[in-house]
């Protein structure tokens, strides 16, 4: 597999949110920091630790598992996944038994009203299922805001999500474009608004549409 010839998993999240903020990043290759990046950064260096597998009875937790789908062209990292011991499942290597695959992605702050991350969250899921040869139904978005899991079940229609977002990822990738910028609510949180800047474009945006204005109207008063 060559790296460049696959998205990165993590940018359907950004996808979602945002189809500028994925292309900034991802296709200009523009990045910032802010304290909500930052927090998340820190929450998923806890989460994340290759070496590491903990065993609690019939659970196995392993973290920062590598991802990848050769039929989505995609890669990546999972935070979490658990192996739950079953009568049915998947085999896993230096383990006796079946289990079932479970993926855990941490969020900071609380669930959201878009589905970004659980189309972030689904993606793995396919990817895993791709890898183990397995099906997984759900899997869970853990918040650190409200320390809860919130259980995503990835029924059709979602994973049909996950697909269109990855083919528009790419149409827009191979082809070099970036959506021009649109205020938005979210765009306060954003850790790129200031490479973005949208109350320019958006402003921008107000001064041709005034000048279209004029325009017209001063065409329309030499016909009269």
């Known amino acids: 597999m060559n790296p460049d010839d696959y998205l990165m998993l993590s940018g359907i999240q950004h996808f979602a949110f945002c189809q500028r903020q994925w292309a900034l990043i991802h296709v200009e290759q523009l990045w910032a920091e802010n304290s909500l990046t930052f927090s998340g950064k820190l929450m998923h260096d806890n989460a994340d630790d290759p070496f590491f597998v903990e065993s609690r009875g019939d659970i196995l937790i392993s973290r920062s598992i590598p991802l990848v789908s050769h039929n989505l062209k995609i890669y990546g990292i999972a935070d979490v996944v658990e192996f739950h011991r079953s009568s049915s499942g998947v085999n896993i290597p230096n383990r006796d038994g079946f289990w079932n695959v479970i993926p855990i992605e941490y969020k900071r702050g609380k669930k959201k009203a878009d589905d970004c991350d659980e189309v972030q969250l ?3 899921a396919m990817c895993l299922e791709e890898m183990y040869g397995t ?12 320390r809860h899991r919130t259980e995503v079940l990835f029924d059709e229609e979602l ?34 608004q200031d490479l973005c ?28």
């Not at 790419?170 to 790129?192: D, F, H, R, V, W």
């Not at 109350?199 to 009269?224: F, N, P, W």
């Open 122 to 124: 689904c993606c793995q």
């Open 135 to 146: 099906k997984i139904p759900a899997g869970y978005l853990y918040y650190g805001k409200t």
């Open 159 to 192: 994973r049909e999500h996950v697909v269109s977002l990855i083919q528009e990822m790419y149409a827009l990738y191979e082809n070099g474009i970036t959506p021009p910028a649109e205020l938005k609510n979210q765009c306060a949180s954003c850790s790129i």
């Open 197 to 224: 800047v949208p109350t320019l474009s958006s402003r921008k945006k107000s001064v041709d549409q005034y000048l279209d204005c004029m325009i017209g109207e001063y065409a329309h008063e030499k016909t009269a």
